[in-house]
């Protein structure tokens, strides 16, 4: 699939995340008081929601360098390191709601944020090695 055709489609599902996300979030209090839950449960969720926002404006910005001809630069690669400190956070919140309400699905949560997180960080340094190749060859050019 070219470029020209996966980038829309990409910024669509990021419109459309960002939506459910928003929806999602808006709706979790009521949720929670028709299961019989306290509404202040919401509050780590809402960490939670927040965190992949700002994921997900870091990964609007990096389809806006990919679409500038620009996907090796050192702005994806501050775009990346911060997507997976969101992952961290998330795992951290996580952890932090296991005192309120014990669940290993929370904690397969943590662990795979964590792993994302891990992830994430290792694609940001080898986009930063091809940041640096693609500077020298700029510079022998």
Avoid: H
């Amino acid at each position: 699939m070219s470029t020209k055709i996966t980038l829309p489609i990409l910024r669509v599902m990021v419109i459309v995340c960002v939506a459910v996300t928003l929806f999602a979030s808006v709706m979790t209090p009521q949720w929670l008081r028709k299961y019989g839950y306290e509404s202040e449960y919401a509050y780590p969720l809402w960490m939670v929601a927040l965190a992949f926002l700002v994921a997900v404006g870091q990964l609007w910005g990096i389809l806006a360098r990919v679409a500038a001809g620009e996907p090796f630069s050192r702005r994806n690669v501050a775009y990346l390191r911060r997507i997976s400190w969101c992952c961290f956070f998330v795992a951290l919140a996580a952890l932090l709601m296991l005192p309120i309400y014990f669940s290993m699905i929370k904690v397969l949560m943590a662990a795979l944020a964590v792993a994302g997180g891990l992830v994430i960080r290792v694609l940001a340094q080898v986009f930063l090695m091809a940041a640096r190749q693609k500077e020298e060859m700029d510079l022998i050019i």
